[in-house]
């Protein structure tokens, strides 16, 4: 096995994919938040490639094209908001306002945790971007001068959290309002919270695409500034 990933040129990719579809099946078959199919795919993942002691560089010369897509992928959740403009342009203020308390609601959060648990400033500066998507939190991590593999870690389970649990937080609080559930899932959560937030509504999905954009923005100017706090 440890062959094949080293000598095929998609094997990272198949395995990726094949991972990700299981998850999806038994998401579909089961209908429960825990079988989320990137948690499912990542768990698949690292299983076989224990198994197989298969390194992750090795896997990784053949996982990278799916890397290319993520930027674009990224984009593409612009749509969704275009066809809400109408009623972006008539809630403007608020959603600002709530994109802004998201975004220094998560910054404080790890700085206070970091402060309790005694984290050192690399370690710190890791956690800054846990709630943007991947592609503009690790070029934030490597300028502060985080572990970027760790930040990417700490994205994905900040994401899938948010996933399976956001529409259980929203319930327990009655968050009943499309706009700010969107915004919720997508200043705390990213692009995976968004996949769920679109499952539930066209404006939920909107809302949560801005929120992405809007709150990885937002994160890139204050992390700089909360960096200098430890």
């Given at each position: 096995?440890?062959?094949?990933?080293?000598?095929?040129?998609?094997?990272?990719?198949?395995?990726?994919?094949i991972?990700?579809?299981?998850?999806?099946?038994?998401?579909?078959?089961?209908?429960?938040?825990?079988?989320?199919?990137?948690?499912?795919?990542?768990?698949?993942?690292?299983?076989?490639?224990?198994v197989?002691?298969?390194d992750?560089?090795?896997?990784?010369?053949?996982?990278q094209?799916?890397?290319?897509?993520?930027?674009?992928?990224?984009?593409?959740?612009?749509?969704?908001?275009?066809?809400?403009?109408?009623?972006?342009?008539?809630?403007?203020?608020?959603v600002?306002?709530?994109?802004?308390?998201?975004?220094?609601?998560?910054?404080?959060?790890?700085?206070?945790?970091s402060?309790?648990?005694g984290?050192?400033?690399?370690?710190?500066?890791?956690?800054?971007?846990?709630?943007?998507?991947?592609?503009?939190?690790?070029?934030?991590?490597?300028?502060?001068?985080?572990?970027?593999?760790?930040?990417?870690?700490v994205?994905?389970?900040?994401?899938?959290?948010?996933?399976?649990?956001?529409?259980?937080v929203?319930?327990?609080?009655?968050?009943?309002?499309?706009?700010?559930?969107?915004?919720?899932?997508?200043?705390?959560s990213?692009?995976?919270?968004?996949?769920?937030?679109?499952?539930?509504?066209?404006?939920?999905?909107?809302?949560s695409?801005?929120?992405?954009?809007?709150?990885g923005?937002?994160t890139?100017?204050?992390?700089?500034?909360?960096?200098?706090?430890?």
């Open positions: 096995m440890h062959d094949f990933f080293e000598n095929s040129l998609f094997a990272g990719v198949t395995l990726s994919l991972s990700y579809l299981i998850g999806s099946i038994l998401k579909k078959k089961f209908k429960l938040g825990i079988f989320n199919p990137l948690l499912i795919s990542i768990v698949v993942t690292i299983l076989v490639l224990v197989s002691r298969v992750y560089d090795t896997y990784n010369e053949g996982a094209y799916l890397s290319w897509l993520l930027t674009p992928a990224t984009v593409c959740l612009a749509i969704p908001l275009y066809e809400q403009w109408e009623l972006l342009k008539h809630n403007c203020k608020a600002m306002a709530g994109l802004v308390a998201g975004v220094v609601t998560s910054l404080c959060t790890v700085f206070v945790l402060k309790i648990m984290l050192t400033h690399e370690e710190y500066v890791t956690m800054l971007p846990k709630s943007i998507t991947t592609a503009i939190g690790m070029g934030v991590s490597e300028e502060l001068g985080g572990y970027v593999t760790i930040t990417v870690a994205i994905i389970v900040t994401g899938v959290l948010g996933n399976i649990f956001g529409e259980l929203c319930k327990i609080f009655r968050i009943t309002e499309p706009i700010s559930k969107g915004l919720a899932f997508g200043s705390a990213h692009a995976i919270g968004t996949a769920k937030a679109i499952e539930i509504g066209e404006v939920e999905g909107a809302m695409s801005l929120a992405i954009a809007v709150s923005i937002l890139v100017v204050l992390s700089s500034l909360f960096a200098h706090f430890m």
